[in-house]
């Protein structure tokens, strides 16, 4: 891997089968306060699902999620996103009608 080369150009070189691949994130701790960048980070890489999941602390952990959803719709992309704990309850129920889900049949 060269030194000069960031991580996904390096990960776009290697012999994967990108359709079958799930370019994920978790945090066991809360939500990032950089979880957009780390969704563009996920969204760099050629995976065709991506996935968040992060603790909830409460309710309102859970809307950037569904923001983030609703980017990745609008862009065309696959993605998985769980707020882990009771609080993220919602996002393991809304989740199908906030965005698709990808059809993990075909990875």
Known sequence: MRSDSSPNENAVNLPVDWSRTICSH???AGV???LDQIYERLAATPARILKLAVQADDAIDCLHLFHLLERARQQGREMIAIAMGVAGLA?????????????????
């Open 26 to 28: 978790h945090d066991f």
């Open 91 to 107: 996002t393991r129920i809304l989740a199908p009608f906030a965005g698709r889900l990808p059809d993990l049949r075909r990875a």
């Open 32 to 34: 990032p306060a950089n």
